[in-house]
């Protein structure tokens, strides 16, 4: 038996990380469609992105809060405050988790006082079971709601709890990441087409590659370096291409990126 089949989730606004999470709900057989609710301003897009795979499309935030246990909060931050405000009354019974970009517990407390919510950072690769959830530690929920939750996310990502000083780096680092690793990923694609792979081809053993380095550190532990020193025979052929990395600034280069983020984000 399915231990959530009778809880129902809603996203306020369905968006990109709304639907990564929606369909990694429905892709790990974590909730049914029927269970699922969302409401956003484009009411066509909306139901073409729910209703084709039989989720619930809601002409607004009352409705779907309504029929809701959980409620997302996946709006761009700027709008939660328009969103939130007109379904308080809706929310002292709900758990709250918003995935908004830099609104964490102090800025949702104050906009919610008295009811049950958490701050998180979640990456898409939610959608395919494999992603994401860093959750700020201090939060408002119950020891029951928090287990509930972070259970139910937990099937379709690593939940990582950390203090409310260190969720923006974490985020950087598994949110931004993603692309990162895609515009690597592309590269090595690139580069097996310089030397006659299809692209097709190459694209499948590099995403391949990425998947399996990061499985293989996740379940071995080893220090990244030590997993790279085994591949590095002496005067061997990864080695070479190692040296022309570091020739390049790929360390440097990924070091100024996560920095980066991080003063875009300190001067909002």
């Known amino acids: 038996m399915n231990e ?9 606004g369905y968006g ?22 969302a409401c956003a301003k484009n009411w066509d897009k909306l139901c073409r992105n729910t ?3 039989g989720m619930h499309a809601c002409r607004d935030a009352r409705e779907t809060v309504s029929r809701s246990q959980i409620v997302v909060i996946a709006v761009k931050p700027y709008m939660v405050k328009e969103v939130m405000e007109p379904v308080r009354d809706l929310l002292q019974d709900k758990i709250i988790l918003s995935v908004a970009d830099g609104y ?4 949702l407390e104050e906009l919610l006082p008295g009811t049950h919510h958490i701050s998180s950072i979640p990456n898409t690769p939610v959608a395919v079971g494999e992603g994401i959830f860093i ?13 509930l939750l972070t259970g139910l996310l937990s099937r379709i990502s690593l939940v990582q709890v950390l ?22 990923l592309e590269a090595l694609g690139d580069a097996g087409v310089t030397h006659g792979l299809s692209r097709q081809m190459a ?15 996740l379940m071995s532990g080893k220090h990244p370096g030590a997993m790279k020193d085994s591949v590095c025979s002496p005067g061997g052929t990864t080695i070479v ?22 003063c875009k984000k300190n001067k909002k």
């Open 163 to 184: 203090d409310s000083a260190h969720v923006s780096a974490a985020g950087t680092i598994s949110g931004c990441g993603p692309a990162f690793a895609s515009m690597f």
């Open 4 to 12: 959530y089949q009778d809880i129902t989730i809603g996203f306020l």
């Open 104 to 107: 964490p517990f102090d800025a």
């Open 241 to 262: 291409g190692v040296a022309a990395l570091e020739r390049g600034g790929l360390r440097a280069a990924v070091l100024d990126a996560v920095d980066a983020v991080e």
């Open 51 to 53: 209703q084709d795979q």
């Open 203 to 217: 694209y499948a053993l590099a995403s391949q590659m990425i998947a399996g380095t990061g499985k293989l550190h």
């Open 16 to 37: 990109n990380m709304a639907q990564a999470i929606a369909q990694g709900l429905l892709y790990k057989e974590v909730l049914k469609p029927e269970q699922i609710y």
């Open 135 to 147: 959750c700020e530690e201090q939060h408002s929920l119950t020891e029951d709601e928090f287990s």
